[in-house]
């Protein structure tokens, strides 16, 4: 068994890249990214659109074959897992996307997109289940009585993201991927969702991957910043350093765009 490298360390990558079509039509959507995030921290992945941050998410969630390079959660090797070893995987990490209508099934009420995560869960502990998805709605500010025998095309968009973030929440994920998952909301669901991300980390020491194309969202929330630009991590470090003493050009670029900087505590 391979030593991590930091005792903190959740999940690193190596090298990974990832690229879509061939010759002229050459796409280097991931460029050879070796990111770290360690237990217990917010990472926020931030560039602008097209820079290659979902399919870097994508990677890490084992929904896409990387071209190359590998990616070792808690200290093993999952570049290439399959099959029930995937399942397992997902038990640990979990996701909720840029476009939460995608994820549904479109005529499944909520009581049944949820379930679907119970199944992922140990038997032993499917019992609750019930008390699980009202527990995991209750948290995204969602009442279950109005919500669960509703379908997806009856709820607002920002529900809808509430609801996949439930479902994401109810398997005790290590680690979340959040794509995008606050781009929906309105500023104070938006407030509300942030802080309980923040939660999340404080009292579960969830591991929180933060993807974004906002800088201040980013570092409202995020312990650490990587910023990605055409494929690469250009730059990356604590929140506070990256913001006052950002070394590279880009991340400078991306700064000027952002008025004011607050922090969640
Ligand atoms: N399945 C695919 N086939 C071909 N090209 C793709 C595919 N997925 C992504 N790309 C390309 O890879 C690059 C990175 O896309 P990606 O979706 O990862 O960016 P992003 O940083 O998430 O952008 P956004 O902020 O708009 O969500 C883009 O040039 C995109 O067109
Ligand atoms: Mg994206």
Redesign the pocket.
């Given at each position: 068994m391979p030593a991590e490298h930091d005792g903190n360390e959740l999940l690193r990558t190596e090298g990974l890249a990832k690229t879509?079509?061939r010759g002229k039509d050459e796409?280097r959507?991931v460029d050879g990214v070796d990111l770290h995030l360690r237990r217990g921290e917010v990472t926020a992945l931030v560039?602008?659109?097209?820079?290659?941050?979902?399919?870097?998410g994508r990677l890490l969630l084992r929904l896409a074959d990387p071209t190359a390079g590998r990616v070792v959660f808690g200290g093993r090797d999952v570049t290439a897992v399959r099959g029930a070893a995937r399942r397992d995987y997902w038990r640990e990490v979990q996701a909720v996307f840029?476009d939460p209508f995608a994820a549904f099934h479109q005529y499944r009420r909520v009581e049944a997109t949820l379930a679907t995560a119970l199944q992922l869960m140990p038997s032993e502990t499917r019992e609750s289940g019930r008390e699980a998805m009202a527990a995991a709605l209750a948290a995204v500010g969602l009442d279950a009585a109005e919500t669960l025998a509703k379908r997806p095309h009856e709820l607002s968009g920002g529900q809808r993201q509430r609801v996949m973030l439930a479902r994401a929440l109810m398997l005790r994920p290590r680690l979340l991927i959040a794509d995008?998952a606050t781009s929906l909301l309105d500023a104070s669901v938006r407030v509300t969702v942030l802080n309980l991300l923040a939660d999340l980390r404080d009292e579960r020491g969830m591991t929180v991957l933060f993807?974004t194309?906002d800088l201040g969202q980013a570092y409202y929330l995020a312990d650490r910043i990587a910023v990605?630009h055409r494929?690469r991590i250009v730059e990356s470090g604590p929140a506070e350093q990256v913001v006052a003493e950002p070394e590279h050009p880009y991340t400078r670029s991306l700064l000027a765009d952002v008025p004011k900087l607050h922090r969640s505590s």
């Open positions: 879509f079509g796409v959507a560039g602008q659109s097209g820079s290659g941050k979902s399919t870097l840029q995008e993807v194309h990605m494929g």
